[in-house]
């Protein structure tokens, strides 16, 4: 049975209740399903969620024919009954980061025509690749816009389009889906398909600063941070 995923709702969701399906020993650890989760699985350039279940270390979480698995470091029972809680300020920075680079991203789109063609975000800084040449003024113009984009609040909806609806919109995606995709919307912005918690406002990102950029494979490969990692760089 597939895993409800909480966090494609409810991206602010950071303790929750839950039951276990199943939990089952492998190399000395343990990979537990719930029957819902708001840890986000590792994927779409972002890494899992960490945390806790109960008393037990979220080490890892990964997701595999809609099921999620998370590798934690005690046994559970089936049917157990547990309290979940995120490692908040780890999952508040990636969604502040990974909602930064969707606005780069619709940026980039909308003043130059490029596509991003490489996404890779950690816990220090987002990478981001396009397909396309740019210089040094472009990239003062795109961090301008940008951040003007953050400072006009705008909204961020997410959208579940039918098969059948999908053709109506005009939206960026590096896999050729057509079944139950979850489209990120940034009002006047960006439309991007994409599985990740984000932020509900842009104001919620805070800044974003573009520490570095290269000539990359005919394109160009961006260095960047978004929100609290931003500030921190900027304290250092």
């Known amino acids: 049975m597939p895993t409800i995923k909480l966090y494609e709702n409810d991206s602010y969701a950071k303790e929750f209740s839950a039951t276990v399906v199943s939990s089952e020993e492998k190399d000395g650890a343990f990979f537990v399903v719930l029957n819902q989760t708001a840890f986000f699985p590792e994927g779409g350039g972002q890494d899992a969620d960490k945390g806790k279940i109960n008393d037990a270390d979220v080490l890892d979480v990964q997701i595999k024919n809609d099921v999620i698995y998370h590798k934690v470091n005690k046994p559970f029972e089936e049917n ?4 979940c809680m ?9 969604m502040q980061n990974h909602t930064g680079e969707h606005i780069v991203s619709g940026v980039i789109h909308s003043l130059f025509g490029y596509n991003n063609v490489g996404f890779h975000m950690n816990d220090r800084f987002i990478t981001l690749d396009v397909d396309g040449p740019l210089n040094e003024q472009d990239i003062a113009r795109i961090e301008l816009e940008v951040n003007k984009v953050i400072y006009a609040n705008k909204k961020i909806n997410v959208i579940y389009p039918s098969a059948d609806e999908l053709s109506n919109y005009d939206y960026r995606s590096k896999l050729d889906i057509t079944e139950n995709v979850r489209l990120v919307q940034i009002e006047d912005t960006d439309l991007c398909a994409c599985c990740a918690p984000h932020v509900a406002f842009t104001g919620e ?6 520490i570095s950029f290269i000539p990359y494979k005919k394109g160009t ?3 960047m941070l978004c929100g609290l990692l931003a500030f921190n760089d900027y304290s250092n």
């Open 221 to 223: 490969r961006i260095e």
């Open 205 to 210: 990102v805070g800044i974003v600063k573009i």
């Open 86 to 94: 995120l490692d908040w300020d780890t999952r508040f920075s990636r």
């Open 80 to 83: 157990q009954e547990v309290n």
